[in-house]
């Protein structure tokens, strides 16, 4: 079983950019197609983005402000976020889901097999 572990989250202002990075702590990323999540106090967790097994295909909730890549040589995919906002706040998952198709990308909670602990990050008005 791959395990995930998230990074780069933590208290930024209106309009700053962060990159989150997730990496297989054990396993290996290259057969998943993988995507970040988030969950705001309250709410339930909603899809952000996904990125194919071989990066080629990426999907987005917000397109524009968010940009989901992978190294898969490195065994970490990443979500670079720009001109965050306070609605941005949220515990912000990855997630993946092994296959052999290098082109697909899934937006669906349900759609992951396995998730990471995620990062916290809070945006400041």
């Known amino acids: 079983q791959v395990q995930l572990v998230e990074s780069g989250g933590g208290l930024v202002q209106a309009g700053d950019s962060v990159r989150l990075s997730c990496v297989a702590s054990r396993g290996t990323l290259s057969r998943s197609p993988m995507g970040w999540f988030r969950q705001a106090p309250g709410k339930e967790r909603e899809f952000v983005a996904a990125?194919?097994?071989?990066?080629?295909n990426t999907m987005y909730a917000d397109s524009g402000r968010f940009t989901v890549s992978r190294d898969n040589a490195k065994n970490t995919v990443y979500l670079r976020m720009n001109s965050l906002k306070p609605e941005d706040t949220a515990v912000y998952y990855c997630a993946g889901r092994e296959e052999d198709a290098f082109y697909n990308v899934y937006t669906g909670v349900a759609q992951y097999a396995y998730w990471g602990q995620g990062t916290q990050v809070t945006v400041s008005s």
């Open positions: 990125i194919s097994r071989s990066g080629a």
